[in-house]
């Protein structure tokens, strides 16, 4: 490409928004993308290494599938083995833009866990749901 190409290009691509109003990378180098026939979710855990007894944060975006923003309505966590377990009830932030921070889970006991995310855009809520494993 000529030098003298940069300036339109650069141009071009300042003029042009931005494809994915609701990214799947929430950086370092980690995290889940959970797919429904509706939505999209990206969630990353902070801290990055979930230890029982300890609170942890899911960092998500929460798409449609055509990249909109989507509503986190709620967020539940069971645990799936016996005996059957409860996770304390989070708090949800909203960052705008279908972004944000779950506060507050915590798993209490080792095994496996599913963690249910209700979502809508617009109209009915649908569930999307991820085991998490702690040892």
Known sequence: ????????????????????????????????????????????????????????????NVCTKSGDPAELVLVDATMTEQPPRSSPAPTLKSNGDGRYRVEGLLFPAPGSWEVAFDVRSGGEVQRLTHDFIVK
Do not use: N
């Open 1 to 60: 490409m000529k030098i003298g190409s940069w300036p339109a290009l650069l141009s071009c691509l300042i003029a042009t928004p931005a494809m994915a109003e609701c990214p799947l990378d929430l950086g370092h180098g980690t995290g889940i993308v959970v797919f429904s026939d509706l939505y999209m979710l990206a969630l990353r855990p902070d801290p990055l290494r979930i230890e029982v007894g300890q609170p942890f944060a899911l960092l998500m």
